[in-house]
């Protein structure tokens, strides 16, 4: 095994395009993803609401920052990451620190912003330095759809929409006094000048939240166009890590790369962290395939005891063993009865099932079911 360094010195750590950590936004710093980017532009300017769905760590923020720079329009993103229970302060400020950076985005035509975001009820701006105020209680609080109609009359002035982008929109349904499928319904039905995005990785969340399927959800029958984004072949997973390597001028024999191709599944997210290691770190890039592994299956083992702390049932942590390996529904069934030592009935495991199928945890591929990300499987052998 060879490793040749090359000189990275001159290029410098903030300059690693590929295997820079933080969400990609310009073009030139996605790999690939060209069809997605397409379909996501496209769903924004011809649908009032769009859908980017897929795998934690498989590059939604990316190509929603990507398309919302590309497109031109003005935008508003929000980062809707919650705790728990997040008060209706929490969601104020998401909101608050969103509009700023809206306000100061804009230098053409800030001024048209502030006029109109100023006249909207609970809403005050100081001028020079953009900082927002809102009042989310008494006689003059922030009505939301009246802050979206302001928006949609700065984007009927400019002929341009704006774009308001929920990421994680799954962890609104936690602010549970705001009625966000019916705010939606209204923008979608009255507001031609805003754009909704929302992004998910907690997939079967994120559509029972806005009841698609449900009659009586204000967004029934409505089109909402769905993009998502994808694991990388074992092809586009060594071309990633060839052209990454390539990028900040490193040589790294090909048996490496196709190993870390082979570990981390095409998950974008996991062969970035390996290759950003590879460059921040003396050791050999083949010792990053492990310690990388090790840092990854830790972040996973985390989130799935975080899940399993949240559940009431202590099933969940057997059915998860069950599912390292694909599995028929009877043998899952089979396998479980066994461990527990009683039999379980059908609709329960389909709850159970279900509910992993939901968050995106596990995947049903030709009636097999399989924990999606190798890495979260080998977290769960560990437990
Ligand atoms: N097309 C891409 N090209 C290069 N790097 C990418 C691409 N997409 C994502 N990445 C990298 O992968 C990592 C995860 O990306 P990102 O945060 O966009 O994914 P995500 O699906 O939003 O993740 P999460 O589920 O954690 O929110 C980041 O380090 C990002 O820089
Ligand atoms: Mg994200």
């Not at 001028?127 to 979206?148: A, M, V």
Request: hydrophobic content about 40%; proline content about 3%; overall charge neutral.
């Amino acid at each position: 095994m060879f490793i040749t360094w090359g000189t990275p010195s001159i290029v410098g750590v903030a300059q690693a395009m590929l295997f820079s950590i933080k969400p990609k936004e310009r073009r030139d710093e996605l790999y690939d993803f060209e069809k997605e980017l397409e379909e996501l532009m496209k769903g924004v300017e011809r649908s009032p609401i769009t859908i980017v769905i897929g795998m934690r760590r498989t590059g939604k923020t990316s190509l929603l920052k990507v398309a919302l720079n590309e497109l031109g329009n003005p935008y508003i993103y929000l980062d809707t990451r919650f705790s728990v229970n997040p008060t209706y302060r929490d969601f104020i400020y998401i909101v608050k620190e969103s509009l700023e950076d809206f306000v100061r985005r804009y230098k053409s035509f800030r001024e048209k912003i502030v006029e109109v975001l100023s006249s909207v009820k609970g809403v005050s701006i100081s001028i020079p330095l953009s900082s927002i105020d809102i009042s989310w209680r008494g006689d003059n609080k922030l009505e939301f759809p009246e802050l979206f109609t302001a928006l949609n009359s700065i984007g009927s002035e400019l002929k341009k929409s704006v774009v308001v982008a929920f990421d994680e929109a799954q962890e609104l349904r936690k602010i549970t006094w705001i009625d966000f499928v019916r705010l939606f319904a209204y923008i979608y039905d009255n507001l031609d000048y805003v754009k909704i995005v929302l992004t998910g990785s907690e997939v079967g969340l994120l559509y029972k939240f806005l009841r698609l399927d449900s009659g009586d959800s204000p967004l029934y029958g409505r089109y909402i166009h769905i993009v998502s984004t994808r694991r990388l072949t074992l092809e586009e997973s060594v071309d990633f890590l060839e052209k990454g390597f390539k990028e900040i001028g490193i040589s790294i024999n090909k048996q490496i790369i196709e190993e870390a191709a082979k570990t981390f599944g095409g998950v974008i997210g996991w062969l970035t962290l390996f290759g950003y290691n590879c460059y921040t770190n003396p050791d050999p890039c083949s010792q990053q395939i492990d310690k990388v592994l090790k840092i990854a299956i830790n972040i996973a083992k985390n989130e799935v005891e975080n899940f399993l702390r949240s559940r009431r049932s202590e099933r969940y942590k057997a059915l998860l063993k069950t599912l390292t390996i694909e599995r028929s529904w009877s043998e899952i069934k089979k396998k479980l009865e066994d461990i527990e030592g009683r039999t379980i009935n059908d609709k329960t495991l389909n709850e159970l099932l279900n509910t992993l199928i939901d968050l995106s945890i596990v995947e049903k591929k030709d009636n097999k079911y399989i924990i999606a990300d190798p890495i979260t499987r080998k977290a769960i052998e560990e437990l």
